[in-house]
């Protein structure tokens, strides 16, 4: 069974602009994770966010997490072509760390 | 490039069939995972393995199951095939046994006929 729901489904933007996805879930967590995935084929980590972090930047990328809301939030600013993806939220299970529960995923497309 | 090699790409199958899913992990890694990817769904958890031993598994019927070598290398395996089975399987390592970072292969489009 998926953990939650990311949102939105598909989001379309021009090139420069910001993305913002969320991804909700349902059970206690040890880490938050952000995936990307190119046209169906293996998930690329973009990064992680434990369960004690509220907020984290990688370069382009800053991610949220509200653990009494139980939804994370990210963020691409200044977008370009090349991120036209889907992206999937993953959930590390506190009660069960060896595996993790993914979303449903938002595909993004970046229009020149 | 995350160092996970997956064979074959594709594979086309009849329902009732076996098949065997071969995966390559980085050195070091001694965590796999094995997903399923229905098109247009998020990944679901089969099973995950460490240290050649099954280490977790999700809501997947016996007919699923999988090896792992001291090599780093480690294997699918479905029987008796159903067409519900196509898919996209993806193998994940990780040096580490909880749900922390994961690298994927590029992943087996199953395709059950």
């Known amino acids: 069974s998926q953990q939650g729901e990311e949102d939105p489904q598909a989001l379309s933007i021009q090139e420069g602009e910001n993305a913002t996805m969320n991804c909700s879930y349902k059970?206690?967590?040890?880490?938050l994770q952000w995936y990307r995935q190119n046209s169906g084929r293996g998930l690329v980590h973009l990064i992680l966010?434990?369960?004690n972090e509220r907020e984290k930047h990688s370069g382009r990328l800053r991610v949220t997490l509200d653990t009494s809301k139980k939804s994370s939030s990210l963020l691409i600013t200044a977008s370009r072509a090349a991120d036209t993806a889907s992206y999937f939220c993953?959930?590390?299970?506190?009660?069960?760390?060896?595996?993790?529960?993914w979303g449903l995923g938002t595909s993004l497309a970046v229009n020149p | 490039e995350t160092g996970v090699t997956q064979s074959p790409t594709h594979l086309i199958k009849t329902r009732g069939q076996q098949v065997t899913l071969r995966c390559s992990s980085q050195?070091?890694?001694?965590?796999v995972s094995w997903y399923q990817q229905a098109l247009g769904q998020g990944p679901q958890f089969i099973f995950q393995?460490?240290?050649?031993?099954?280490?977790g598994r999700g809501n997947f019927p016996p007919r699923f199951s999988g090896l792992q070598f001291p090599n780093y290398s480690s294997e699918l395996n479905v029987n008796a095939l159903e067409l519900d089975d196509s898919a996209l399987y993806l193998c994940?390592?990780?040096?580490?046994?909880?749900?922390?970072?994961?690298?994927f292969g590029q992943g087996t489009r199953l395709t059950v006929v």
């Open positions: 994940a390592s990780s040096p580490v046994q909880d749900g922390r970072v994961s690298f």
């Open positions: 050195s070091g890694h001694n965590t």
């Open positions: 393995y460490y240290r050649e031993e099954e280490n």
């Open positions: 059970t206690s967590i040890n880490n």
């Open positions: 966010i434990r369960s």
């Open positions: 993953a959930t590390g299970d506190a009660g069960n760390n060896r595996k993790l529960i």
